[in-house]
């Protein structure tokens, strides 16, 4: 079975523009989670999705941060605008609690460089 | 509410000692635990986890862990080092509500381990 995909694995942009990070979930997996990877913060779940609903978006930094899922198979994680401060590895990971055992899986991440 | 600390950022061990990475727990209700490897410029990969079963979990590549229930630990241990196990390490706890975990994991900070020749 195909693992979590997500893209770009790199982006470098400059300050101020528009950022968008994409995700596939594991097929039949029902929770999709974003996390910030950063080496001051360490990893940060920024927000989760239930069934494509925002369950808890708690953990997005602030208005410039925007996920949406619009359908079981597709996620996006946008910046806009982008900042420096920005810069860090993002990473999707689906799980499904009917496997009852809480496990994460996680795609290979989104590296982001903002200029 | 929970909460992972993970004792020490950096270990280092030779070659075919033993390797052993310390975590610590915080939870108001019966935890389910994970601890996770990642290997340079890739994701987070599962080595084993702790969900009411075993106190004692054994993983891949050879590592394991027990769960303390009295020490809140989960702590990480392989009693032989190979080169490969190079990587950061990520402790992780959930909550374990109703028989069913929703995956919405707490980390710790990771520790590195290195392993010298």
């Known amino acids: 079975d195909a693992g979590v995909i997500q893209s770009p694995r790199h982006e470098v942009t400059e300050m101020g523009q528009e950022v968008t990070l994409r995700c596939k979930p594991i097929s039949g997996h029902d929770y999709l989670f974003w996390y910030r990877q950063t080496m001051m913060r360490g990893l940060e779940l920024l927000i989760y999705?239930?069934?494509?609903?925002?369950?808890?978006d708690s953990g997005m930094p602030e208005d410039r941060f925007s996920a949406k899922m619009p359908n079981a198979s597709f996620s996006t994680l946008k910046i806009q605008p982008s900042e420096p401060r920005d810069s860090a590895v993002y990473f999707c990971?689906?799980?499904?609690?009917?496997?009852?055992?809480?496990?994460?899986?996680f795609g290979e991440g989104s590296r982001l460089t903002v200029l | 509410a929970q909460s992972v600390t993970q004792l020490g950022s950096h270990v280092s061990v030779s070659e075919g000692a033993l390797v052993l990475l310390r975590c610590n727990y915080s939870?108001?209700?019966?935890?389910?635990l994970f601890w996770y490897v990642q290997y340079p410029n890739q994701g987070l990969q599962l080595l084993l986890k702790?969900?009411?079963?075993?106190?004692l979990v054994k993983g891949i590549n050879g590592f394991e862990a027990e769960f303390k229930k009295s020490e809140t630990s989960f702590h990480l241990t392989k009693p032989s080092a190979h080169m490969s196990d190079a990587a950061e390490y990520f402790c992780a706890v959930s909550a374990n509500a109703g028989g069913t975990s929703y995956g919405k994991l707490t980390f710790g900070q990771g520790t590195i381990l290195t392993v010298h020749p």
């Open positions: 990971a689906s799980s499904s609690p009917g496997q009852n055992t809480g496990e994460l899986f």
């Open positions: 999705f239930n069934n494509n609903v925002p369950i808890d």
């Open positions: 939870s108001s209700v019966p935890p389910y």
């Open positions: 702790y969900t009411s079963a075993a106190t």
